[in-house]
């Protein structure tokens, strides 16, 4: 059974720093993995992916220079450290796995699997 558990979410204020951590289990080490988040009353967000094998990466334009997508495959966690954090990043995030190649466009179309999701809040 596919088992994928967020964790690390919680309150910062703005310019705080936060770590996103995602272990999983029964999903292949060479797929893709994603983070994504969403506010309530909208689309589910890709924010950033990397690639298995040559940890290619790719952001969504509002997070670049300051999130870091990242991977342990012998932990089998994926990491999103998130710094300069602002409001407008306040979300439920989401990590997830896709068996294709990441690619620029983050959609949530090509993920198989979820986790059930850590809150992020940033607020003075």
């Known amino acids: 059974q596919v088992q994928m558990v967020e964790s690390g979410g919680g309150s910062v204020q703005p310019g705080g720093s936060l770590r996103l951590s995602c272990e999983w289990q029964?999903?292949?080490?060479?797929?893709?993995m994603g983070w994504f988040r969403q506010t309530p009353g909208k689309e589910r967000e890709g924010v950033a992916s990397?690639?298995?094998?040559?940890?290619?990466?790719y952001y969504t334009d509002s997070v670049k220079g300051r999130f870091t997508i990242s991977r342990d495959n012998t932990k089998k966690t994926v990491y999103l450290q998130m710094n300069s954090l602002k409001p407008e990043d306040t979300a439920m995030y989401y990590c997830?796995?896709?068996?294709?190649?990441?690619?620029?466009?983050?959609?949530?179309?090509?993920?198989?699997?979820w986790g059930q999701g850590t809150q992020v809040t940033v607020s003075s």
């Open positions: 990397i690639n298995w094998s040559d940890s290619t990466t």
């Open positions: 029964n999903v292949d080490s060479t797929y893709c």
């Open positions: 997830a796995a896709s068996p294709f190649r990441a690619r620029s466009n983050i959609s949530a179309r090509d993920f198989a699997y």
